[in-house]
């Protein structure tokens, strides 16, 4: 099936140090969610975006939809321990006789304390 | 709120016998319910999706004949991988929508099957 893609495909950073991780699809979404899997878990929502240009924050995180509609950014400051885990962003288009998500092929995120 | 369960967390079973998983949204009604299927080191990827008393919408290459599903109530889905082989084992994730949106849903934490 269809995916994103996600880069960097894995990141090894030192604790507090800023993370920045991307998805680029060749065609358009209407809507981009970043969600957080911990190892042997279901994904977690972290950010929703519904719009072109769109910046969102939830704590330590930012997202941005992308104003093309085919791209999007997640960026982690300050980064701790326990924002291991891997990162998925996942599309959806309105309309259609398709609803679902199309998800990235997620970066894996590991945080030296 | 939006909590989804699934159960089995993990199983074992043999090649050839059936196994049930159940998915379960537990403070909210779900119209709709996601089945995927995730292998080590790899994405997740849409298996069916299932509207409460209707017939599930399964992706292309997905048999509808072995992953069985079943969507009996608005808080209850059942996924049954029917003759299961060793390249069924998988992570198998279900989540549920109040809205039926795919981009509002709520994930379960897995069921990890293994087939010896």
């Known amino acids: 099936g269809q995916q994103l893609n996600q880069s960097p495909q894995s990141m090894f950073i030192q604790e507090g140090e800023d993370v920045s991780m991307n998805c680029t699809s060749s065609?358009?979404?209407?809507?981009w969610l970043w969600y957080k899997q911990d190892p042997g878990e279901g994904p977690v929502l972290l950010i929703a975006?519904?719009?072109?240009?769109e910046l969102t924050s939830n704590g330590r995180l930012t997202a941005q939809f992308g104003i093309t509609r085919k791209d999007s950014f997640l960026n982690i400051s300050a980064s701790i321990p326990s924002d291991v885990g891997i990162y998925f962003c996942a599309g959806h288009r309105n309309g259609g006789a398709t609803n679902k998500l199309i998800f990235g092929t997620g970066t894996l995120l590991a945080v030296q304390p | 709120g939006a909590v989804v369960s699934q159960h089995p967390s993990w199983v074992i079973c043999k090649s050839g016998t059936s196994v049930k998983i159940e998915c379960r949204s537990l403070d909210f009604q779900a119209t709709t319910m996601f089945w995927y299927r995730q292998f080590p080191k790899q994405s997740l990827m849409l298996m069916a999706t299932?509207?409460?008393?209707?017939?599930?919408?399964?992706e292309q290459g997905v048999e509808k004949d072995k992953f069985l599903i079943n969507h009996a109530s608005l808080t209850l889905s059942t996924l049954t991988v029917t003759s299961a082989h060793p390249e069924d084992s998988s992570f198998y994730i279900c989540?549920?929508?109040?809205?039926?949106?795919?981009?509002?849903?709520?994930f379960g934490p897995g069921t990890r099957l293994t087939v010896t």
């Open positions: 975006l519904y719009k072109a240009g």
């Open positions: 065609s358009i979404f209407n809507t």
């Open positions: 299932s509207n409460e008393g209707s017939k599930a919408t399964y």
């Open positions: 989540s549920a929508s109040t809205t039926g949106m795919s981009y509002e849903q709520y």
